[in-house]
């Protein structure tokens, strides 16, 4: 697998074929065995998770993942402890930039949001690690159709400002719209690879998947 800078590569599968697995192993949540990963030049196979982060290898799980008690603004602050004071503040107000919906809410619990709200506070808490890479886990679970458009615009301004984005994703129509190429996986292998817009894509997965 290959994501270029300012790509946006779409990873698809059954559930249980490995896709979850793969981002965690990336972003150092899981151990490896073997294999090789190389980002930026950099051999980044067994890396801690803090290392791959501040090498702007950005995972954002599957499942709204943000402290409820916490305000969105602290939520986004923790997400830049380990920078100055003022690299904080002006990398959470760029972050807060892409999703206005909780820029309003800055000073609400994270709780308090509404599922769609988290997600963009989740997204918005990779953002400001300023990724060269962000994997993006099931972005859409549990939102509104109205709510997977507004992040997946996202996905797309993140592309156009060179930032490439692995995107998990099961509503499979809209991630081919968003990425430039697709990789398919199932038992843990990719099978297929292919131009996101390759005539016939729907109908090769569906073989891939089910060997009709």
Known sequence: ?????????????????????????LSGLLPTTGGTLRFAGRDMLGADPRVCARAGLVHVVEGHR?????????????????????????????????????????????????????????????????????MLDEPSAGLSPVLVDRVLDVVRRLREGGTAVLLVEQLVEKALAVSDRAYALAQGRIILAADAREPGLHERLERAYFGA
Do not use: H, W
Not at 96 to 112: S, T
Not at 123 to 132: H, I, S
């Open 66 to 134: 943000v402290f409820t008690q916490l305000s969105v603004f602290d939520n986004l602050l923790l997400a830049a402890y380990d920078l100055s004071r003022s690299e904080r503040n002006a990398r959470v107000e760029e972050a807060l930039a892409y999703f206005p919906e909780i820029a309003a809410k800055r000073g609400d619990r994270g709780g308090a949001l509404s599922g769609g709200q988290q997600q963009m506070l989740a997204v918005a808490q990779g953002l400001v690690r300023r990724p060269r890479l962000l």
């Open 1 to 25: 697998m290959e994501i270029a800078a300012g790509e946006v590569v779409a990873l698809l599968g059954p559930n249980g074929a490995g896709k979850t697995t793969l981002l965690r192993a």
